[in-house]
């Protein structure tokens, strides 16, 4: 039974913590005289630290619907919500230290921001279809500005432009989808509409629908073939902006494929068991191809870039359709491989980002050949973009391996070999493009010998992404434990 | 209107053996064409009566040479309009340029047909009375921006990007200060809305005293209307000293005509709808022209209505001819940054106040206190 | 008489949005959308939903499209200098989805029963206020967050110097 408007709000201090900090930042900048001052930086570290804080706090036992049925608060809604928050943090950490930003990062950035965040929340959360598309926008709208924050630089305009017109119709293919279901259903509440599925017969209009939507969510996640806007976004945009971007919506773009796709179109098989497509639509087939298509196609363009942003955001893409394979396998196990992937992905990835913000303020460069020689001029910087991008490779003794180690079990214990063998093939490809970045700083002579000083904050930020990295490679327990808890979706 | 085809039925037991819908569609053109000749006869004396004012308030005379004081200049004026050559610029965009009058036309004319003339005199008391006069508005935006656009003529774009942007801007301020009578009334249509005026009270059961918020209200929506309407001090579009003449300066003939109509019936809408929404609309003060033999009853209140809602154009003309006019930066200014917010405000207060004294007025609380 | 006016507004609707997608000019694609918005109105009072209908032409036909107006007005491109599209493989593959979609619609129609019975005053004010403060709530609040970054981003993009 979903709690009421008023008894629901003390369930929803997290979002409340979030929006009265986007109030705060819109008040304090019209007063504020000193526009250049870090407040509105800190005002916002203050308000997503609260947001984390209350979001730990939050009791997701027994998970209950709030909001007459808007957003659910479970288990898994918590876990993204933690996740989301935390990416915030060290995004706004990195556009502090950005060259880029500097001058530029003013009340508006973080309102940008914390307005993605929120749409996070609630995006990971939603269980209305109204709820769901609003989310969606809240977390796009804001991105378009923030792709685009620099007006200066043409290749930021040109990547606000291209996320506008990309995302613009993906949304409006995916409510299209989703006004299809309404009329087939006549409701908005997703469980509502998986049950009315369950028993009608539909199945073209139905797996229209369904593909319609999927190109919505597909876009968040930058899937192969809706990933065209994703290098030019990821490279025009300011660099934390592209850590950002490619961090935080992409695991809410997860987060909601996860939840709509499973309650709309499957239905667990008693407790803590796998699912069964409980609708005519199979969608785990075309899910299992789209995954083999976003890495391959990620992992082979990722091989020519001569931009580290360019490269990164391949990878990121390649990195979409490994998660995409726990996606497919419709068990508890496959999704808790996913959450525990994306924990892994947000230190390595972050972090990855992180040094090249580092390296650009001293260089003004992100090309690769810049990064010759890193390793003897800022021998700090380099040693943890290796350690980043090993674990992206998926190397043990880093984190990514025991990533993959999950996602690779359950595919193949699942008896789904060839998405395996494509998955292998494809970090085998990736070791290459990884590898070649570490061999251009370690083994190539630099261009210029002088140091690129890394200040301490920096060095402090990037122990704590690198530590992480390292130590859930060996030690992975409790995040799995935490992972396996938050698998449970609201289910009534 | 079929109620109203079901009670000419009653009254007129003959007219049973017709079908309906010819009733009811005979009515609905009679009703159409009543209107439309109101509108023609108001744009025509409204001129007349327009520069009479602008003569005695700039100490001149006026039109004085055709017929008696020279009241039957809107007649030559008229004949002048159909009669002259209907002029189409070679580089205009022929179709639209046609196209254009009619949309202004027809989006200020279709606006007559909620405004509650008389106690059962409206073509169609439409529940959302107020949002309808609101989108048919919209239709003159588009129209405006195609005069301006189609004629190919630099002015005239001009002129008509100012007036989109201006009614656009105002339509806004318009909105938020009708909804306080919205409120008291409980509903969007302006029958409803007059209704709720009535009482024993004379004009203090009018929506103009029944509480500050209210009172401040109709000063707010007058300003945005004026402005909305395109009058002067907000005469941007048409600044005949910058823009020779605005959107309509290729328009010649009865094509200008329309323009002229339009301008005309857009300023008896909204001295309407302010007298509508605030001014008690039909009610006589001390008067319950409702419990009057039906005949009676309609033609006072018909009389009342026209009485306050001429008496507020002849404010409106007033205001015309006074103030001089803002720059196109101070009226966006004046509508986003100060009558924007005012309105919100007030609609604030105005739903507090209702919540408080539980949707009484002053006069109301000051009667009950005697009894 | 209501079918016959729904076939009619919804061949007026189809009819505007074909000729929305195909005309040359931006300004006559601008003006059939909204010829089109204003079907669309129609079909939406014939369903009862008179506020929606009144919405609908206050927001799209008189705010949006007359945005999309001002800035065709604005740019003010010479007709013999508007780009000329081209037939592309693509263009026919697009066609093809739309009848797709089509064929879709028409088996939705012919095959399901939709579970459309709603209230015959759902698209009153009253009702939508109703839904808007009671079951949507939440939904209606967020998209005051939303309005709130877009207007900030706006300002914060078109302006050179903040």
């Given at each position: 039974m979903p709690l009421g408007n008023l008894a629901s709000v003390s369930r929803f201090l997290p979002e409340l913590a979030v929006t009265a900090t986007i109030l705060l930042l819109v008040a304090v900048h019209v007063v504020g005289?000193?526009?250049?001052?870090s407040a509105s930086a800190l005002l916002s570290l203050a308000g997503v630290g609260a947001a984390l804080l209350l979001t730990a706090l939050q009791p997701s036992m027994p998970a209950v619907s709030l909001f007459e049925g808007m957003v659910a608060l479970d288990g898994f809604a918590v876990f993204f919500k933690a996740l989301t928050a935390l990416a915030t943090i060290v995004v706004i950490f990195m556009s502090m230290d950005s060259a880029e930003l500097s001058g530029k990062s003013q009340a508006e950035y973080y309102v940008f921001l914390l307005s993605v965040l929120l749409g996070m929340f609630l995006l990971s959360s939603a269980t209305d279809l109204v709820m769901l598309y609003l989310s969606l926008e809240l977390v796009s709208i804001p991105s378009y500005l923030l792709a685009g924050y620099?007006?200066?630089r043409k290749s930021s305009n040109e990547a606000s432009m291209k996320y506008v017109v990309y995302g613009a119709t993906a949304s409006g293919v995916m409510i299209y989808g989703f006004s299809l279901l309404y009329g087939l259903?006549?409701?908005?509440q997703i469980a509502e509409i998986g049950r009315a599925l369950a028993t009608g017969k539909a199945a073209l209009p139905l797996f229209l629908a369904a593909v319609m939507v999927a190109v919505g969510f597909g876009y968040k996640i930058a899937a192969v073939p809706f990933h065209m806007w994703s290098p030019d976004v990821y490279e025009g945009a300011p660099t934390p902006v592209t850590a950002f971007l490619s961090v935080g919506p992409k695991a809410a773009g997860f987060a909601v494929l996860v939840r709509f796709f499973y309650t709309v179109f499957a239905s667990p098989d008693g407790a803590g068991g796998p699912w069964t497509?409980?609708?005519?639509?199979?969608?785990t087939l075309l899910f299992a191809v789209l995954s083999a298509a976003t890495m391959t196609v990620g992992n082979l363009v990722a091989v020519n870039q001569k931009n580290v942003k360019r490269l990164l955001a391949y990878s990121s893409i390649a990195h979409a359709g490994y998660m995409l394979m726990g996606f497919v396998l419709l068990t508890p196990a496959g999704i808790q491989a996913i959450l525990f992937y994306l924990v892994v992905y947000l230190f390595m990835n972050l972090g990855a980002f992180y040094v090249v913000i580092l390296v650009a303020n001293g260089t003004r460069s992100e090309d690769i050949s810049d990064y010759a020689g890193l390793g003897s001029r800022a021998p700090f910087a380099a040693v943890s973009l290796a350690i980043f991008l090993f674990a992206l490779t998926g190397i043990?003794?880093?984190?990514g391996f025991i990533g993959k180690v999950y996602l690779f079990a359950e595919v193949i214990n699942r008896g789904v070999y060839w998405l395996a063998v494509v998955a292998a093939l494809n970090s085998v490809v990736s070791l290459y493009y990884y590898a070649r970045i570490v061999k251009v700083m370690f083994l190539e002579e630099p261009a210029e010998k002088a140091e690129l000083a890394v200040p301490a904050f920096p060095r402090a930020l990037l122990c704590l992404l690198a530590v992480p990295t390292l130590l859930l490679g060996v030690y992975w327990e409790p995040v799995i434990r935490v992972a396996a808890n938050s698998v449970r979706l609201l289910a009534f | 209107m079929e109620s109203f085809v079901h009670s000419l039925v009653k009254a007129v037991p003959v007219l049973s053996g017709v079908p309906m819908w010819t009733l009811t569609l005979t009515a609905m053109i009679l009703s159409a064409a009543v209107l439309l000749v109101f509108a023609l006869t108001f744009g025509g004396v409204g001129s007349y009566v327009l520069r009479k004012v602008a003569g005695d308030i700039q100490a001149r005379i006026g039109p004085n040479r055709v017929g008696p004081n020279g009241i039957l200049q809107f007649l030559a004026d008229g004949v002048k309009l159909v009669l002259k050559e209907d002029i189409i610029p070679a580089k205009a965009d022929r179709f639209l340029f046609a196209l254009a009058p009619y949309f202004v036309f027809v989006g200020s004319f279709a606006a007559f047909v909620v405004l509650p003339f008389g106690v059962g005199l409206i073509a169609s008391d439409l529940n959302i009375g107020v949002y309808y006069v609101m989108a048919v508005t919209s239709l003159v935006v588009v129209g405006v921006l195609l005069a301006g656009w189609a004629s190919n003529n630099k002015w005239a774009l001009l002129g008509g990007m100012r007036a989109a942007a201006q009614i656009v801007s105002y339509e806004i301020p318009v909105g938020m200060a009708l909804m306080p009578a919205v409120l008291i009334a409980g509903s969007l249509s302006l029958q409803d809305i007059v209704r709720s005026q009535g009482g024993l009270l004379g004009v203090f059961g009018w929506n103009l005293f029944h509480n500050p918020f209210t009172f401040f209200s109709f000063f707010l929506y007058f300003t945005a209307a004026q402005a909305e309407t395109n009058q002067?001090?907000?005469?941007l579009p048409e600044a005949e000293s910058e823009l020779v003449s605005g959107y309509n300066v290729e328009y010649s003939g009865i094509r200008f005509g329309f323009f002229f109509l339009a301008e005309f019936g857009d300023m008896f809408v909204v001295a309407a709808l302010a007298t509508a929404c605030f001014l008690g609309g039909w009610h006589i003060p001390f008067l319950h022209a409702e419990a009057l033999p039906a005949f009676w009853g309609n033609l006072l209140s018909l009389g009342a209505f026209l009485a306050k809602a001429f008496a507020l154009v002849l404010v409106m003309m007033w205001i015309r001819w006074t103030l001089p006019r803002l720059r196109v930066d101070q009226l966006m200014r004046m509508a986003w940054k100060y009558l924007v917010p005012l309105t919100f405000v007030n609609l604030l207060g105005v739903s507090l106040w209702l919540l408080i004294f539980k949707g009484k007025g002053i006069p109301q609380m000051i009667a009950s206190l005697f009894g | 008489m209501e079918p016959i006016l729904f076939i009619l507004f919804g061949a007026i609707a189809v009819a505007g949005s074909i000729m929305v997608v195909t005309r040359k000019h931006p300004m006559a694609s601008a003006l059939y959308l909204i010829l089109t918005l204003f079907a669309v109105a129609a079909l939406f009072v014939l369903r009862q939903a008179h506020f929606l209908a009144a919405i609908q032409v206050i927001v799209y036909a008189g705010a949006v499209v007359v945005l999309f107006i001002f800035v065709i007005m604005l740019i003010n491109v010479p007709e013999n200098k508007l780009p000329v599209e081209r037939l592309t493989a693509l263009r026919f593959l697009g066609v093809a989805a739309a009848g797709l979609l089509i064929l879709e619609g028409a088996v939705l129609a012919r095959k399901t029963t939709m579970p459309g019975g709603t209230a015959a005053d759902s698209g009153s004010v009253q009702a939508v206020g109703r839904a808007l403060f009671t079951d949507y709530l939440l939904a209606f609040e967020i998209t005051s967050v939303l309005l709130l970054a877009a207007v900030i981003g706006a300002i914060a993009l078109a302006k050179k110097k903040i």
């Open positions: 005289k000193n526009r250049q001052s620099l007006k200066g259903t006549g409701t908005t497509l409980s609708s005519p639509v199979d969608w043990p003794p880093f984190s | 002067t001090p907000f005469d | -």
